[in-house]
């Protein structure tokens, strides 16, 4: 029998990687094996040594693919396939046309565009209210510096070529020059328009059709400029929320201080106590439907309008919402399409814009025997009742609610995702809507 070994070890893991990360297993048997006063202080020094080592290994690992990507001759080669082997290419776009193939490569990408980002059907725009807040203070220049050290080197730059270690290296030689620009921006309450145009790129949905530009994950590459300006703006309008107690504590996603842990937690607390007082437990869950993509730039407009925020960062974000563009590149130049709807996906305003939104379903007045939370656009119900039908009727009216709050915002419930669990003694569980959603996915 020949043995075949498939797993090459990369060039960039040298031997005394190797022995160091050995070393640092060494320490960790021996501090699980530690008498229990000693225990502590060589769990301490393991985790200090493993930090050291994975440092090296990841500066090794950079300097090694630094390497193999400056040596690669064929730019389109395997560097180049094992970064972007989930993306689609400029040239594989005509697959995408629905099995119909027809017209240029610049008509396919506009096609795409506009299944992916419809335009809303009512677009009728709402009333303008002028806030009566007063306007918020500049931005200090430990803001700035605080936003700018905090993004990552590794993230791929827009067309335009200016990466995250650019603007870095900027604001360390002229502070004042960036910090000048958000502060014009934040006083005007303007968003500058070149700033709102997102780079789309395709990525392909695992275990769905490749043919089907609805299982494809569009990620915006957005200017750098544009990210950190809206980053400060996120933490201030995140900090008016909190303070002015426009935001919910059901949602426990994009909300400093809470994971997933936190809501597994009330979510296992309130089943248990539904099961030590007798009563039946009905928890259905409920996903909306491309909850960043449907979001309507109406809804968070009228949101912003009540949420008591200052003037100019309600005007600024208001105003960062108009004239979008989307540009999604091709063989034949790029196809733009008006966004006028929805979130950039990997912009920093998107998770607090729809938490001001779902602030409302959250806050609705549900009945005693029910109980609501979230997790980003996940939302899910606790129903407890004594009898069948008495659960029957509250988890009814609760969907009912819950439909009403979503069709408010124009969204809808992902048939999909929608899914129950039944806690009790019934022989059949109660007739409601979660059941028939669920069956769809079938």
Request: hydrophobic residues 35%; contains cysteine; proline residues 5%.
């Amino acid at each position: 029998m020949i043995w075949i070994n498939l797993y090459v070890t990369p060039n960039w893991y040298t031997q005394d990687l190797k022995v160091e990360n050995t070393g640092v297993k060494a320490l960790r048997r021996r501090a699980q094996r530690a008498p229990q006063d000693q225990r502590n202080a060589r769990f301490q020094f393991h985790k200090e040594e493993l930090k050291k080592c994975m440092r090296k290994v990841k500066t090794a690992k950079n300097s090694g693919w630094k390497s193999f990507c400056t040596k690669a001759s064929n730019p389109y080669g395997t560097h180049y396939k094992a970064a972007f082997r989930n993306a689609m290419k400029p040239a594989e776009l005509i697959t995408l046309n629905n099995h119909d193939p027809s017209g240029n490569h610049l008509k396919i990408a506009e096609d795409i565009l506009k299944k992916i980002f419809p335009h809303p059907a009512n677009s009728n725009s709402s009333t303008y209210i002028p806030p009566c807040t007063s306007n918020d203070c500049p931005f200090t220049k430990g803001e700035v510096a605080t936003a700018i050290h905090h993004f990552s080197k590794g993230k791929a730059p827009v067309p335009d070529g200016i990466d995250n270690i650019i603007i870095q290296q900027i604001f360390k030689k002229f502070p004042f020059l960036l910090m000048e620009l958000f502060n014009n921006c934040l006083k005007l309450a303007k968003f500058p328009d070149p700033l709102k145009v997102g780079n789309i790129i395709l990525f392909h949905k695992h275990g769905k059709s490749k043919t089907e530009a609805s299982y494809y994950r569009s990620i915006s590459l957005l200017p750098t400029i544009r990210k950190v300006l809206e980053k400060l703006l996120t933490q201030r309008l995140n900090f008016h929320l909190k303070k002015n107690n426009r935001l919910s504590n059901l949602q426990y996603e994009f909300r400093e201080g809470r994971s997933t842990e936190m809501v597994i937690t009330k979510l296992l607390d309130t089943i248990h106590n539904g099961k030590a007082s007798g009563d039946h437990v009905l928890v259905p869950s409920m996903d909306i439907k491309c909850a960043f993509d449907n979001i309507q730039h109406s809804a968070i407009a009228s949101y912003l309008d009540n949420s008591k925020c200052p003037a100019n960062i309600v005007n600024i974000f208001k105003n960062l919402l108009q004239n979008r563009k989307l540009i999604l590149s091709t063989c034949e130049g790029p196809a733009i399409r008006d966004q006028n709807e929805g979130c950039p996906q990997a912009s920093c305003s998107g998770p607090a814009l729809w938490n001001l939104v779902s602030n409302e379903t959250l806050q609705e007045n549900w009945l005693i025997n029910t109980s609501i939370q979230a997790f980003a656009d996940d939302f899910v119900l606790v129903s407890l009742a004594p009898t069948r039908v008495q659960l029957e009727s509250q988890i009814n009216e609760y969907i009912a609610k819950f439909s009403t709050c979503t069709s408010k915002n124009q969204l809808q419930i992902s048939a999909e995702k929608t899914n129950y669990l039944l806690i009790s003694k019934l022989v059949r569980g109660p007739n409601s809507p979660c059941h028939s959603l669920a069956r769809r996915k079938n």
